[in-house]
Structures are given as structure tokens and as C-alpha cells.
């Protein structure tokens, strides 16, 4: 008996396959076209683009990761220790695909870098806004840096402000004293917008929490923080790796030092006990 060649089926539309009137829903919702009109290169340098595109996806990397660390801080301020734990493992997944996007642009030659170099004039990393949320959210809290947005006044108001809110780590050593822990007056009482300064009690309450029972869950948290300080320190690394290997030592464009610049900010410790508690342990 021939075989019978099945005669075809008409399959049902994709809904998702159906036009929409105006933009699509995911259009409206992510605003991609918003995005891909972001990148205008100045140049006709073919290396220009990707580092727009990088130095813009790292900008949405910030925003995030002061989200998250807004986010753990306030639940930390309510004792709510498994929100704040959820917030920084979320934060460090996005700190690691933040110290991932230097990839595109790691290995620029000078020659490739000076192509269009020229393009950003004044324009400095040191400037992000973004940026300068998240140190402050770290404790690398700094007056001076607020002045470059002086004349964008909705700008410097937001820095101004998160410069007098408690950081992340005030939230971690109010917590900590809540919980019985014997953190310092004097750092709990000192003023939210200056710089944090290690302090051996600090420490000492550090190295409490790790000599203390295996179940406690503070090693948790500690080590999360510790995590987090380290992924801030290796995009800081990083950072100076690829202006080291683009410009080498020459001028920043913003006016500052460069690289030498970026050696003293990579050399400033994030949370800086949780390092030092761990020789007393």
C-alpha cells in the first residue's frame, strides 16, 4: 500500500507574532529603541563604539547596584535580616556582570584610543553620577566630590542628599549593635556624610561574629560583605589595568591624574574590618 503524504496543517497564529498598534509592549516596557539611540559616536573611529556602549552598560550596572545596596541598607535600618541578605546576593551578581564589561574595551592599544580620544574633550569616568551614588552608598562619602554638578542643581541636590543618608556599612554596624554586638558609640554617632575611618572596635566586633558560633548567621553577612568589597576592589583594579594599558601614565581627560589617580582610589579599602578582623581570628 503507497505511503500517504500527510496533507499539511494550517498551525494557529502566534498571538505573539500579531501586529500591535504603535510600539510593541516590550518596546514600552524597555525602551530599547530609547537605548540604541544612545550611542552617537563623535568620530569615525571603528573602536568609539564600543566603548560608548560599554561605558553605557556599566552605567546601568551602577544604577542597579545602588538599588540593591539601597535596598539592603533600609532593610537592614527595619532588622530585616533575610531581605538584606537577598539584596546583596542580588547585588553581587550584578557586581560580577559589571566586572565583566570591561571585556570590549581591556585590550586597547594607544594608537586604537588616541582614534578618538579627542571625542570626549573634559569628559571623565571620575564625573558619573551613578558612580558617586555607589561609593557613597560604600562609605567613601566626599564633599569635594559633589562640586563637579554644582551647575546641574537637580543633580547635585540628589548627591548632596545621599551624601548625608547613612551608608550601606553604617546600616551593617547599627544592625550589629541592635543585636547586642558592642560597635562603638562614637562610630555610630558620627556624622553620615564624612569619610569612615577603620576603628579597632569595629574590628573587634568583626572578629566576635567569626570566632562566634558556627550557626550565628552574621559570618553570613560578613562574608557578603566581603564579597562585595572584593568585587568593588577588582573593577577598581581592572579599571586602572585598561587606562594603564589605553594612555599610560598621561593626564585624565577630566583634569585629573589619570592612572595615578585611579591607583590611590583602588588602594582605599571597602569595608575595611572585615580584612583586618580576620589576622585575629
Known amino acids: 500500500m503507497p505511503h500517504r503524504i500527510p496533507e499539511p496543517t494550517t498551525l494557529p497564529e ?7 498598534e504603535g510600539p510593541s509592549p516590550y518596546e514600552n ?3 530599547a529603541s530609547v537605548l540604541s539611540s544612545l550611542q552617537q559616536p563623535l568620530t569615525d573611529a571603528p573602536e ?9 552598560v556599566m552605567e546601568l550596572w551602577f544604577t542597579l547596584l545602588v538599588h540593591e545596596g539601597r535596598t539592603a541598607r533600609d532593610a537592614l535600618r527595619k532588622d530585616d535580616y533575610d531581605a538584606a541578605m537577598d539584596a546583596l546576593r542580588r547585588s553581587l ?9 570591561w571585556a570590549p574595551i581591556a585590550e586597547l592599544t594607544p594608537r586604537q584610543f588616541n582614534s578618538f580620544r579627542v571625542a ?3 569628559a571623565s569616568g571620575f564625573q558619573s553620577v551613578m558612580y558617586r551614588h555607589l561609593e557613597f552608598l560604600l562609605g567613601d562619602k566626599s564633599e ?9 542643581s537637580a543633580v547635585h541636590a540628589e548627591l548632596c ?6 551608608s550601606l556599612y553604617d546600616a551593617v554596624l547599627a544592625y550589629l549593635h541592635r543585636q547586642g554586638l558592642p560597635v562603638p558609640a562614637h562610630v555610630l554617632e558620627r556624622p553620615p556624610a564624612t569619610p569612615y575611618e577603620p576603628d579597632p572596635g569595629v574590628e573587634e566586633t568583626w572578629r566576635r561574629i567569626y570566632a562566634g558560633p558556627r550557626r550565628d548567621p552574621l559570618p553570613a553577612l560578613g562574608e557578603a ?7 568593588v576592589q577588582r573593577w577598581r583594579t581592572d579599571h586602572v589595568l585598561v587606562v594603564r594599558r589605553a594612555m599610560g601614565a598621561k593626564t585624565g581627560s577630566g583634569g585629573s591624574s589619570g592612572v595615578h589617580w585611579l591607583e590611590r582610589r583602588a588602594a582605599r579599602p571597602v569595608f575595611p574590618e572585615l580584612w583586618s578582623a580576620r589576622s585575629l581570628v
Request: hydrophobic share 40%.
Open 48 to 56: 568609539e563604539m564600543p566603548f560608548l556602549v560599554t561605558t553605557q
Open 93 to 101: 551578581r550584578a557586581h560580577r556582570a559589571l566586572n565583566a564589561s
Open 29 to 31: 516596557y524597555i525602551h
Open 14 to 20: 502566534d498571538d505573539a507574532l500579531l501586529p500591535f
Open 225 to 231: 560583605l566581603t564579597d562585595l568589597a572584593e568585587l
Open 144 to 152: 569635594a566630590m559633589t562640586r563637579p554638578h554644582r551647575g546641574h
Open 120 to 122: 570626549f574633550g573634559r
Open 161 to 166: 542628599d545621599a551624601l548625608t543618608q547613612p
